[in-house]
């Protein structure tokens, strides 16, 4: 994945042809053409060209909002951890009843149920 100021001065590029008046098929092209690896895709390209073209010039990612994630609290991810190596064949119902929560085991432990068991 590029990183942010990769993404900026790809942005940036494809601005400056926009500019030139240049459509997002030879932007695509020219971009492929000058760094050869790395290129946004056409659709990205097409959809930078609209957002210049309505008169957005950010170039930064707006914030986004959305909820926090629960496993910021460590408590719970502890106590859901151990939960699952008290008992390794407890479902994902009662983990839920116990601990109000669902997306820790896959996101933040890393654990898949495998022949009724939780693996790490």
Request: proline share 3%; hydrophobic share 40%; with cysteine.
């Amino acid at each position: 994945m590029a990183t942010s100021g990769e993404k900026v001065e790809a942005c940036t590029v494809m601005q400056f042809l926009h500019l030139q008046g240049k459509s997002a098929k030879e932007i695509h092209d020219q971009m492929i053409a000058m760094y050869q690896e790395g290129v946004p895709s056409y659709d990205t390209v097409i959809r930078w060209k609209r957002h210049f073209h309505c008169g957005q010039t950010n170039l930064e990612d707006e914030p986004q909002s959305g909820r926090p994630s629960l496993a910021e609290e460590l408590g719970i991810v502890a106590q859901v951890e151990a939960l699952i190596l008290s008992d390794r064949c407890i479902t994902i119902e009662a983990i839920i009843r116990e601990v109000h929560i669902f997306n820790i085991i896959h996101d933040e432990l890393h654990m898949t149920k495998v022949a009724a068991c939780w693996l790490p």
